[in-house]
């Protein structure tokens, strides 16, 4: 059974930092791309960053360039999402994916950890 959990959200104030993390088990994902999407109160789920696996190559929204950091290690089949300056908009709910393709086609989604920055 495919399983991605999230973990590492929390109360931050401006400003601050935050890493998220991504466990995945149940299957290979060597060929797979990972991704982080966010959704707000009223808000659809948004793109956030991605990353694959075999290649390391990434890609982020505009709204977080410069900001965040998606990293892998796969030795222990995490992906991380290194949040710093952060922002009172990038409050959400925070989901890791899974997917394969290019751009990838996202078959596995975590719960969600929820990520909320005071002004």
């Known amino acids: 059974q495919v399983q991605l959990v999230e973990s590492g959200g929390g109360l931050v104030q401006a400003g601050g930092s935050l890493r998220l993390s991504c466990t995945a088990s149940?299957?290979?994902?060597?060929?797979?791309?990972m991704g982080w999407f966010r959704q707000a109160p009223g808000k659809e789920r948004e793109f956030v960053a991605r990353?694959?696996?075999?290649?390391?190559?990434?890609f982020y929204a505009d709204s977080v360039k410069g900001r965040f950091t998606i990293s892998r290690d796969n030795a222990k089949n995490t992906v991380y999402l290194q949040m710093n300056s952060l922002k009172p908009e990038d409050t959400a709910v925070y989901y890791c994916?899974?997917?394969?393709?290019?751009?990838?086609?996202?078959?596995?989604w975590g719960q969600g950890t929820q990520v909320t920055v005071s002004s």
């Open positions: 994916a899974a997917g394969r393709g290019v751009p990838p086609v996202y078959d596995y």
């Open positions: 149940g299957r290979t994902f060597s060929n797979y791309a």
């Open positions: 990353i694959y696996w075999s290649f390391g190559s990434t």
